[in-house]
């Protein structure tokens, strides 16, 4: 499960940097990250975490480096990004979901606007999207009648419907009340297991353990060091990754 | 006669009352026209305005907030009289209806696109995130999921406004519109009594009374479905 040679290469970000002013947030980056693999990024706070899975769908500019994500060169001004973001989905720590409309709502917006779906064929879509992340009953509710691990998994099928080549997490759980952070993390299992891509961000150590084929650890900015669940956690290298990983155990 | 007969006959007098009424009923029709008029040009104005500043084009929005500014700082009065006595010694003759419209247009495009603006602005990052992400343009992103939560945002304070400014409808009597007001006002100077501001009074409430309620149920409707 973790020989990741051999298969296409879905993101390839390399020595991707990423001023602020002067701000100097991502000191060359470089993440490879193949099909069917689900790479965990760890990090303290600041060390560049959502910048960098932001840089992945451009929606921050990386100030030099490329990305190329299902072969689709990110950074060329020739590109669609409209396009290649359909191949891209993104879940954010908090939900984001359009408050004034449906859970179906949320779902069909791109199906309609930017697949161009006719209507029937976009609901059953959407419709099927919510049946992945169990929320079938729940299409007609607004994301204020929803509790937030409901929320989080419509965000989930609004980005899934798309039909994405990967899906990237940025903190899914972190705004969740202990109880539902449960539900979210058993549909990403069930993603991961019907061979979705997935470039997680997030401090759930027992998922990375159970579902990660890699884990990156990241601080100040630039990618310390990594490798499998079982070595970064048990047997790191370096000193920051040791003392990092204590104390998240700690907690 | 005693003070309250003296009171009657001066504000609640029939006979003058009656005799005014077709004029002042002619002035409702004329301030209603003139107020929708204003809202319609206004609020489309204005909101322009607003979308246009979402581009973030230095120059123009510069420009923009310039002009709202201004529309925002002078009186309305002033704007309606400048027009009105000013325009014509640059060879530009406009009635009174369309000077205090002009006007008042301006006035109400410049109140509508700060709120508009400050609607917009107000809806989270993550929203056009979210949109964006899922490919969506940077326009449909504005038209699908920014602008109705702003002008949700905006109901009220923009009703409000909208309120305030078309009240100074009565403003054109000045440039001599035969407004509500006008009408009124006409009605006193040739009877001699003041019952025709009375009957104004009334049609300003028949009038706007009524908006004032819809803006409360607009608010209600649009608040978020919990
Ligand atoms: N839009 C921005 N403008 C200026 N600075 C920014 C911006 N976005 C992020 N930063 C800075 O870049 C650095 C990295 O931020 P980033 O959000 O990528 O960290 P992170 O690893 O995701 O942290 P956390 O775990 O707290 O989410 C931080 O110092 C942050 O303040
Ligand atoms: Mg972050």
């Known amino acids: ?251 | 006669m005693t003070g309250w007969e003296r009171f009657t006959d001066s504000f609640f007098n029939a006979r003058v009352m009656a005799q005014y009424l077709p004029k002042i009923i002619d002035g409702f029709g004329l301030t209603v026209v003139l107020a929708l008029c204003i809202i319609a040009a206004g609020l489309a104005l204005g909101l322009l305005l607003a979308l246009v500043r979402t581009f973030s084009i230095r120059p123009l929005n510069w420009l923009i907030i310039f002009v709202v500014d201004l529309f925002r700082a002078l009186p309305p009065l002033v704007i309606i009289v400048l027009l009105y006595f000013g325009l014509p010694n640059a060879g530009v003759e406009l009635s009174g209806f369309v000077a205090s419209w002009l006007a008042l247009t301006l006035v109400l495009m410049a109140f509508s696109e700060e709120i508009f603006w400050a609607g917009i602005t107000s809806v989270a990052k993550g929203q056009w995130e979210a949109a964006r992400s899922t490919g969506l343009g940077f326009v449909q992103t504005l038209g699908f999921v920014v602008l109705p939560q702003a002008l949700r945002i905006t109901i009220p304070p923009l009703t409000n406004r909208t309120i305030a400014i078309t009240k100074g409808t009565a403003l054109a009597s000045v440039v001599a519109v035969p407004d509500i007001l006008g009408a009124a006002n006409a009605g006193v100077s040739f009877s001699f009594n003041p019952s025709p501001l009375t009957l104004g009074a009334i049609a300003y409430l028949v009038l706007f009374f009524p908006v004032v309620v819809l803006g409360r149920w607009i608010e209600t409707r649009f608040a978020w479905k919990r």
């Open chain 1, 1 to 251: 499960m973790s020989t990741t040679t051999g298969r296409a290469p879905i993101v390839e970000a390399r020595d991707i940097h990423k001023h602020f002013g002067h701000l100097h947030v991502l000191k060359g980056v470089d993440l490879r990250v193949v099909e069917k693999e689900l790479v965990f990024l760890i990090g303290p706070s600041g060390s560049g975490k959502s910048t960098l899975l932001r840089c992945l769908n451009r929606l921050e500019e990386p100030s030099s480096g490329s990305v190329t994500v299902d072969g689709i060169d990110m950074l060329d001004p020739k590109t669609d990004i409209n396009k290649a973001r359909q191949r891209i989905g993104m879940v954010f720590q908090s939900f984001n979901l359009y408050p004034h409309m449906t859970a179906l709502g949320n779902v069909m917006l791109a199906l309609r606007k930017v697949l161009g779906l006719g209507r029937a064929e976009a609901e059953a879509k959407a419709q099927a999207a919510l049946d992945r992340v169990h929320l079938a009953d729940r299409a007609d509710h607004y994301p204020l009648q929803l509790s937030g691990g409901q929320q989080q998994r419509v965000a989930i099928a609004r980005a899934i419907a798309l039909e994405p080549r990967v899906m990237l997490f940025d903190e899914p759980t972190s705004a969740l009340d202990p109880e539902l952070v449960g539900g979210v993390l058993a549909v990403m299992r069930e993603l991961r297991e019907d061979g979705m891509t997935m470039v997680v961000v997030s401090h759930e150590m027992g998922f990375a353990k159970a579902a990660a084929d890699r884990v990156v650890f990241m601080a100040d900015g630039m990618i310390v060091e990594s490798g499998l669940p079982a070595e970064i956690f048990a047997d790191p290298k370096h000193e920051r990754t040791r003392a990092f990983i204590s104390q998240i155990e700690r907690h």
